[in-house]
């Protein structure tokens, strides 16, 4: 290794050595009134005064953004201000109050890029597996059933219930969709959500679908609470759903829960539960996916929202003295983006930070540990140098001139500021980049340009953010890998 020469010394330094006088390291009135320099002082004070909390966790709550990738935090909080009418570069999320932050390493076992099986279930177990795979280790072989008894693993769930805690999950999703599954199910294979999902050979081999395995999980383990949609997996056709067996296990669930429980499947059903009535609730709102949010006119009057969800899960967990722990999912963060639509994107991360917001109202952070991170990225962009206040949604302008009006590529054609790496918007086969000179990028149902075409966008692998605060989250800081959210959080329940 060589070095370089020594450099002689700068003109101004040299000034001021010769002239002797010491150089005042008081900045200026106006650099001290700016108000980026008072809002960084006014946070430094705060970073100062914070002092971590040491003491044990009543409760803990792991909220997902599923999908949620650090662009789409940045861009959800510029959407979320400008919606708002405020500044959107310098508005904030909920969650990104939260004082503690590290960054989560989410390849799985065998991929660089996680589905979200293996990543929920790296959180939920401290065991990173392969892709398609749930509560199992990465001995497990894809959607082979003989593999599955041999490489279980508990999940936290388990572990909390069985220490007397109650537990709970909660998702826009299909309950038995890979995210909240990972609380309570043990499968080589994400897809068997429901008995007409799975092979003969599984069937034969002992195997059950997912949505069996939450109304038949071994007695004290089982789940509080469970909302979302997935209603059809536990129908039977002849009822409207889809389950081959004619097993009603909506049925099953009423027998096992017993009093004070209670089954919903309206918005309206879950309002009319008092707090403190219902210790347990199955709330199946839909019958696949619950709609996204931009969709609730026409598709989800009677559904509830995430945020409604959470309050209601939180009501019913906390009626047990001993605490509990919830997972909630923001679900459809990662549909929106699959589908190439920003607008779903955020969205839906705008409703995902009002649930946490509604939680962070209700909980004490004293005794409740709160983690709100993503199970992994997507290939979301937000690119070229549009003004500060450019609409997030609309065509890049150059911010040093945006008079001008949207910028151009080398193909004289203009972008949007956010696109996608992968999806539906990339050109087809031998086709150029469509022009949007003409476009209504704002349009909600407007797909964004991707470089690679795919029918449905691929996740993305670079790492996510975990925001924590409540005990023990100081706990989280630098870059980890995304198994070790489990060890924070059940080293903060004592289990
Ligand atoms: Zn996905």
Redo the contacts with the bound molecule.
Sequence with gaps: MSYPALRPLSGLLLALTISGTALAAEPAAHQTSNPYYVSGLATLNKALAQQPNTGKAKNVILFIG??MGISTVTAARIFAGQQAGRDGASNSLSFEALPYLALSKTYSHDSLVT??APSASAMMTGVKTKNGMIGVDGSARLNDCDSLNTSKVMTLAEMAKIAGRSTGAITTTRITHATPASAYAHTPFRDWEGDENMSSQAKAEGCIDIARQLVEMPYGTTLDVAMGGGRSRFRPKDQGGARTDGRDLIKDWQNRAGPQSAYVSTANELAAIKPGQAHKILGLFAEEHMPFEADRATQGQDKPTLEAMTVAAIDALATNPKGYFLMVEGGEI?MGS?GGNAYRTLTETVEFSKAVSAALAKVNLKDTLIIVTADHSHGLVLSGYPSRNAPILGLADDSSNPARGPVKGIDGKPYSILSFATGPGGPEADKVRRDLSTVDTQDPNFTQQATIPMISAA?SGEDVAIFAGGPQAHLFHGVVEESYIFQVMRHALGL
């Design positions: 599923d999908g589905d979200s990662d699959h996740h």
